[in-house]
């Protein structure tokens, strides 16, 4: 069913899947259907939303909200705040969500003065943000920042791209 009044997008990519994305997007299929709402509510999945660390993560449109953390266990309250055309406020990311604070507070910080620093700096800054050597790995992977190797003249750096600048509002 296309015409559906909610979609619902469970990403499946790498790290989301490794966190049991598909098991929860057949359990979103067969909760939808159990309850015979399948011609009102799509269940599908998607490719990174770039939110990898937090997990498996789901978008529901027309809603515009952003789950994140999401488990087999909340499939339930979901389906329930789906029908209900209510958000599940515990596993709903926003811009206070500490997660997303922590990150905008890295880049708001690491572009200033100069979007580029030695990457002992941008490391230290990330640990300040309660943010690990892992989430900027992550980071570089996605394109959110670009690590340049150190040369006899210049030490490592580390850089915010235009896409987490774009991203972030930053
Ligand atoms: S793997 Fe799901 S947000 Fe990136």
Known sequence: M????????????SHCTQKGANDVAMQLRREVLKRGLD??????????????????NIVV?????IYSGVTKNDV??????????????RL?????????????AFYAEAVHPEPSRPAPEAVA???KHGLDDAWLAEQ????????KPATDETPE???VTKKARARYGV
Do not use: M
């Open 39 to 56: 011609d009102s509510i799509f269940v599908n999945t998607c490719g990174t939303i770039d939110l990898c660390d937090i997990g498996p």
């Open 92 to 104: 709903k990311l926003d811009p206070q969500t500490p997660a997303e604070a922590n990150r905008h």
């Open 140 to 147: 570089q992977r996605r394109g959110f920042i670009a690590r």
């Open 157 to 159: 750096t580390i850089s």
């Open 125 to 127: 800054l990330a640990a």
């Open 2 to 13: 296309y015409w559906t009044t909610k979609h619902v997008l469970v990403c499946n990519a």
């Open 61 to 65: 449109y027309p809603d515009n909200v």
């Open 76 to 89: 339930k309250a979901l389906v329930d705040a789906l029908v209900e055309d209510e958000t599940l406020d």
